[in-house]
């Protein structure tokens, strides 16, 4: 009869090792999902909040308030309450205001910064870093410094308007959508940013295009715009937020009703003295069109600025 003898089975340290640092790394990627989940939920509680409380009466937010029923839907729901803010206010005016002066801001910003960013990166001429340095310089001057001077000469610009059929010359961008839209249009951040951006490119591909016979401009639509959408889609991030939060400037500048944009309607909104619903109500209007759009463009809002800072 022969004896078997069966010998332990040995591992490798080294496997153990890399197992064990395995597992650790799993460990700490669990908790920083856990806690980045926290956080995004204890942030989330004041939007839910306010959705929630636009669709209750003022006397059941009030009785709600302390307990966890003031971020559910529970109770008397109804829509009454944006029913309201619509007859008190013409706040789908301020609305159409509102939209049509972001929309136009951001257009012409992503063309103008663009063009401004695709020259200070890709060509060369002289003052170059000058200008750039200028432009970085101009971030530290806040707009509230020159806003009143700005009134000024917008008050004094020549205008073309149309009168009683005819198409007159007159002076002065006051209560207009213009006055609004342009002074915004170029912004140093996003010219700086767009620098940045092209930077990264490799310019063998504008030297291989213009081997072919194309102009700049050519190389700017057709290689540049094509390969920057991350930094195309922060711009426009980045411009829309200040555009449509705009409050100072436009009531500085627009006294009538039939432009004022939505801030700016908040404000005469709040002297009507409305109840809590409906300032519940009129903050979701104009809340929910900003988390659209940072919903939309957050992937390549956070690759844009990745990629901004490898080469600078």
Request: positive net charge; hydrophobic residues 50%; without cysteine.
């Amino acid at each position: 009869m022969a004896l078997t003898t069966t010998r332990p089975e040995v591992r490798p340290a080294g496997r153990d090792h890399e197992s064990g640092e395995r597992r650790l790394r799993r460990r700490r990627k669990l908790w920083s999902y856990l806690a980045m989940s926290g956080i995004g939920v204890f942030f989330l509680f004041p939007l839910v909040f306010m959705f929630v409380s636009s669709l209750k009466p003022s006397g059941q937010i009030l009785s709600d308030s302390g307990s966890l029923n003031a971020f559910l839907p529970v109770g008397d729901i109804s829509l009454d309450n944006y029913f309201g803010v619509f007859e008190r206010v013409p706040v789908a005016q301020f609305l159409i205001n509102s939209v049509f002066v972001t929309v136009v801001t951001v257009a012409l910003g992503l063309l103008v910064n663009s063009m401004a960013g695709f020259a200070l990166s890709r060509l060369e001429w002289r003052g170059r870093g000058l200008l750039l340095s200028v432009v970085i310089a101009a971030l530290i001057v806040p707009f509230e410094t020159i806003a009143v001077p700005m009134v000024y000469w917008v008050s004094k610009l020549p205008t073309l308007v149309f009168e009683g059929g005819l198409l007159k010359y007159d002076f002065g961008w006051l209560n207009s959508y213009q006055v609004q839209i342009i002074p915004f249009v170029a912004h140093a951040f996003s010219i700086f940013l767009f620098t940045q951006y092209f930077s990264t490119i490799p310019k063998s591909l504008d030297e291989a295009a213009r081997i072919d016979g194309a102009g700049w401009f050519t190389i700017y639509r057709r290689i540049i715009v094509p390969l920057s959408g991350p930094a195309f889609a922060t711009v426009a991030i980045l411009t829309f937020l200040p555009a449509w939060n705009q409050y100072l400037w436009p009531l500085m500048v627009v006294q009538q009703e039939e432009l004022r944009p939505v801030m700016v309607g908040m404000q005469y909104f709040f002297q009507l003295n409305p109840a809590w619903g409906e300032v519940m109500a009129y903050t979701t209007l104009i809340t929910l069109p900003v988390l659209i759009v940072f919903l939309s463009f957050q992937r390549a809002f956070v690759s844009s600025v990745a990629a901004s800072g490898v080469k600078g």
